[in-house]
């Protein structure tokens, strides 16, 4: 089992920035693929950014290229995720999950083992 913990939402005014963190259990995170997914009310878990376990290039949803930087400290067990430019519908819950599977398109949460229990992100116009 993995247990994923988030931290670091808030409230921030438009044009802000944010960073989340993900602190995981178990003595295996270096080898997992590690997502940020965020969802809306009323909408969809969507896709925010991803990160292979063994290094590699991040994938991001398109809304949030540029302003998003999805990184992990193996050592720490921690992947983070620095918010910049925010906007008003970056606003949601974000949620960290893990895949054991390290092939597979990251980008979609049905490939997800593992999830934390979500920390709000309100942007403020």
């Known amino acids: 089992q993995v247990q994923l913990v988030e931290s670091g939402g808030g409230l921030v005014q438009a044009g802000g920035s944010l960073r989340l963190s993900c602190a995981a259990s178990g003595r295996t995170f270096s080898s997992y693929t590690m997502g940020w997914f965020r969802q809306a009310p009323g909408k969809e878990r969507e896709f925010v950014a991803a990160?292979?376990?063994?290094?590699?290039?991040?994938y991001y949803a398109d809304s949030v290229k540029g302003r998003f930087t999805i990184s992990r400290d193996n050592a720490k067990n921690t992947m983070y995720l620095q918010m910049n430019s925010l906007k008003p519908d970056d606003t949601a819950v974000y949620y960290c999950?893990?895949?054991?599977?390290?092939?597979?398109?990251?980008?979609?949460?049905?490939?997800?083992?593992?999830w934390g229990q979500g920390t709000q992100v309100t942007v403020s116009s």
């Open positions: 990160r292979g376990g063994s290094g590699g290039s991040p």
């Open positions: 999950a893990a895949r054991i599977n390290a092939y597979g398109d990251p980008r979609k949460t049905s490939g997800y083992d593992y």
